[in-house]
């Protein structure tokens, strides 16, 4: 080998190799502008993830309550501490909604929020009182909180001109 005398033929593809930009390049640049194109349209439709979030973890740790509670069936210390922790989940999940709904267009809908997230308060404080409607109360907790769970998704997973149509913005006419 160290005697053989290069060809033209060999001495041209070892140009063309060294000079053409390696294949993977443009992948990982394609690959990296997809990730980031996902990304945007990712950030841009989790508007209220933070508040989903704390709110299924909300009616988890509700759920899990009402079933010790009624297996416990006199409440008492277990009631208070049931009470007291979904009041203070409650709290992470008014927090997280005020930092998020600064953001949005959506000012009616705030209404709509605050009158759930009230009605699950009162559940959740009347769990501690002797004598409370267990059922009750769950029913009136889960009616308010569920379909929360799905309006925040469906605002999360709605598309700018539907959330401003939604908003009540004028759309401009396309025909």
Same mark, same amino acid.
């Given at each position: 080998? +160290?005697? =053989?005398?290069?060809?033209?033929?060999s001495?041209?593809?070892?140009? !063309?190799t060294?000079?053409t930009?390696?294949v993977? +390049?443009?992948?990982?640049?394609h690959?990296f502008?997809?990730?980031?194109?996902? /990304?945007?349209?990712?950030? =841009?439709?989790m508007r !209220?993830?933070?508040?989903?979030l704390?709110?299924?973890?909300?009616? =988890?740790?509700?759920? *899990?309550?009402?079933?010790?509670?009624?297996?416990?069936?006199?409440? %008492?210390?277990?009631? !208070?501490a049931?009470? #007291?922790?979904?009041l203070?989940?409650?709290g *992470?999940?008014?927090? +997280?909604w005020?930092?998020?709904s %600064?953001e949005?267009? @959506?000012? *009616?809908?705030?209404?709509?929020v605050? =009158?759930s @997230?009230?009605?699950?308060? +009162?559940?959740?404080?009347?769990? #501690? &009182?002797?004598?409370? *409607?267990?059922p &009750?109360l769950n029913?009136? /907790?889960?009616?308010?909180?569920l379909?929360?769970? /799905? /309006?925040?998704?469906?605002?999360?997973?709605?598309d #700018?001109?539907?959330v401003?149509?939604?908003? %009540?913005?004028?759309l401009?006419?396309?025909a």
């Amino acid at each position: 080998m +160290a005697g =053989r005398i290069p060809t033209a033929a060999s001495v041209a593809s070892t140009r !063309t190799t060294a000079a053409t930009p390696s294949v993977a +390049a443009p992948l990982l640049l394609h690959s990296f502008l997809a990730s980031e194109r996902t /990304f945007d349209i990712l950030s =841009r439709n989790m508007r !209220t993830l933070t508040t989903q979030l704390r709110l299924r973890r909300l009616l =988890r740790t509700q759920a *899990d309550y009402h079933r010790r509670l009624l297996d416990d069936g006199k409440g %008492g210390p277990l009631a !208070t501490a049931a009470s #007291a922790r979904l009041l203070e989940l409650l709290g *992470d999940v008014r927090s +997280a909604w005020q930092r998020e709904s %600064g953001e949005l267009i @959506l000012t *009616d809908l705030h209404g709509y929020v605050t =009158r759930s @997230l009230a009605v699950m308060g +009162a559940s959740a404080a009347a769990i #501690a &009182r002797p004598g409370a *409607d267990l059922p &009750r109360l769950n029913a009136e /907790f889960r009616d308010a909180g569920l379909p929360l769970v /799905f /309006f925040l998704r469906g605002l999360d997973d709605s598309d #700018a001109p539907v959330v401003a149509e939604l908003a %009540g913005q004028s759309l401009a006419r396309t025909a």
